[in-house]
């Protein structure tokens, strides 16, 4: 059962005049769950008969009559005259609400309907005031802040350890990039890594990304990992500039052949990695 309250408002003078600018105030439904919803049709029933079509022609629901198509069509009538964002799981439900706004079921704000989003999830987010504690090798660093000490790894790149070929040389130059200065940490998705490291990007105060810069001098290798590539092909074509210049470990002869790192062609050639580097 639905439930109807009309309101009529006259606007004073004779019987005559009350009919003549009688103003009709939207219908308030309610749905067999509780839901309301106002309309701008006749009546509430054939609200219910539209709405229900709506929903079951976009799929949401087997047929017109059937509890799957009143509840879809209520909940986002519910949603759309509400005041807060809700996030919808399938398209159809973003298009069941553009039609009972537009066919005056229930007017509203359809632009409370947002879709699903892959930024980062709440905490994630951008931290500046980090100073150098430790540098452990190329692309491993310790940080202090005002929320403690952290172990960062840095997002997307790879770099020789201490004892391998240039690894002293990686290691000495993420400390000269680091040292001294006010750090920004930048998230990707992920927060730490199976280590428990965090999984930052880090910035220097002017912007200056210190990864990026490892691979420029030839120190490091671009190596994405999902879901963290939101700097995946940047650093792909500095990794080729870099093989370009032939610096660091991509110059000749430096690193003997069974430790100098794979030759890369352009960004994009190859897909990013599913699994963690070493």
Known sequence: MTLAIALLWGCGGSDDDAAE????????????????????????????????????GLGLATGPD??????????TCHQIQ??????????????????????GVCPGNVALLVPP??????????????????????????????????????????????????????????????????????????DVDAEGNNLRYVEQPDGVDLGGTMIDLGLAIAEPIEPDIARGSEYAQRMVNAQTAAVGFWAPGVCPPTTAPPATTAPGTAPPTTAAGG
């Open 21 to 56: 600018t009688t103003v009709r105030v939207p219908l308030i439904c309610t749905s067999e769950a509780g839901l309301t919803f106002t309309t701008d049709l006749r009546s509430c029933g054939e609200a219910f008969s539209r709405g229900r079509q709506f929903a079951a």
């Open 117 to 190: 989003t892959t930024a980062p999830p709440i905490g994630l987010v951008t931290t500046t005031g980090w100073t150098l504690v430790d540098v452990l090798d190329g692309d491993t660093l310790d940080v202090a802040g005002t929320d403690g000490q952290r172990r960062v790894q840095l997002i997307g790149i790879r770099t020789p350890k201490p004892g391998e070929c240039m690894g002293d040389e990686a290691t000495n130059a993420l400390r000269f990039l680091a040292a001294d200065k006010e750090l920004t940490l930048v998230p990707d998705i992920s």
């Open 82 to 103: 509400g005041t807060e964002s809700v996030t919808f799981d399938v398209p159809e439900l973003s298009a069941l609400a553009e039609q009972l706004d537009s066919s």
């Open 66 to 75: 059937t509890p799957a198509a009143e509840s879809a069509m209520s909940t």
